[in-house]
T-cell receptor
Framework: KNQVEQSPQSLIILEGKNCTLQ??????????LRWYKQDTGRGPVSLTI???SENTKSNGRYTATLDADTKQSSLHITASQLSDSASYIC?????????????WGLGTSLAVNP | SAVISQKPSRDICQRGTSLTIQCQVD?????MFWYRQQPGQSLTLIAT?????????ESGFVIDKFPISRPNLTFSTLTVSNMSPEDSSIYLC???????????FGPGTRLTVT
């Protein structure tokens, strides 16, 4: 069964600290993996998209890694800010041309405290 | 990027009534998607709406319960019919972007059924 599991479920850190969120997937075939940020009361916003041939991709203070062999991805947030408080969702696509088949994780709820 | 608006942003409705949610995009798009995000759950695709054709519903969702209209390339509506408390959820519309893998989401409509 295609699944995307994220850990931890929730995380609290102090402003300025770094953190790493994890994503394990069992989706097959695999086309690409996406990380989204969802602020409370907002729709998800894309942070990164990686294909199986990419190991790392950065977007400002966000760096995503992908190990297609172990089917694991991580999202590293550097020098966290209060505005980073949000839910971070890992999404795996088995089919590049079909957004109907996205497999969504439950997300990690991150709280950045002053 | 596409800018998507939804109306209403939130509503509280009585059991047995229906609510129509509007989704407006600032550019012409071929495919629009409707998602549901129940409390503590990941996003679940309800249906895909292409202009000029019937919407394609995912397993577990039917047209009688969630009728969709797509009158033009910038607008769509989702109706939640004969509502029950189990329909309490956030409903999101999204569109595909021009670049590969891009997907943009509206802010969502938070529905509470009492």
């Amino acid at each position: 069964k295609n699944q995307v599991e994220q850990s931890p479920q929730s995380l609290i850190i102090l402003e300025g600290k770094n953190c790493t969120l994890q994503c394990n997937y069992t989706v097959s075939p695999f086309s690409n993996l996406r990380w989204y940020k969802q602020d409370t009361g907002r729709g998800p916003v894309s942070l990164t998209i990686m294909t199986f041939s990419e190991n790392t991709k950065s977007n400002g203070r966000y760096t995503a890694t992908l190990d297609a062999d172990t089917k694991q991805s991580s999202l590293h947030i550097t020098a966290s800010q209060l505005s980073d408080s949000a839910s971070y969702i890992c999404v795996v696509s088995p089919d590049a041309g079909n957004n109907r088949k996205l497999i969504w994780g439950l997300g990690t709820s991150l709280a950045v405290n002053p | 990027s596409a800018v998507i608006s939804q109306k209403p942003s939130r509503d509280i409705c009585q059991r047995g009534t229906s609510l129509t949610i509007q989704c407006q995009v600032d550019s012409q798009v071929t495919m629009m998607f409707w998602y549901r995000q129940q409390p503590g759950q990941s996003l679940t695709l309800i249906a895909t709406a292409n202009q000029g054709s019937e919407a394609t519903y995912e397993s577990g969702f039917v047209i009688d319960k969630f009728p969709i209209s797509r009158p033009n390339l910038t607008f769509s509506t989702l109706t939640v019919s004969n509502m029950s408390p189990e329909d309490s959820s956030i409903y999101l519309c999204s569109v595909e972007g021009q670049a590969w893998g891009e997907q943009y989401f509206g802010p969502g409509t938070r529905l509470t059924v009492t």
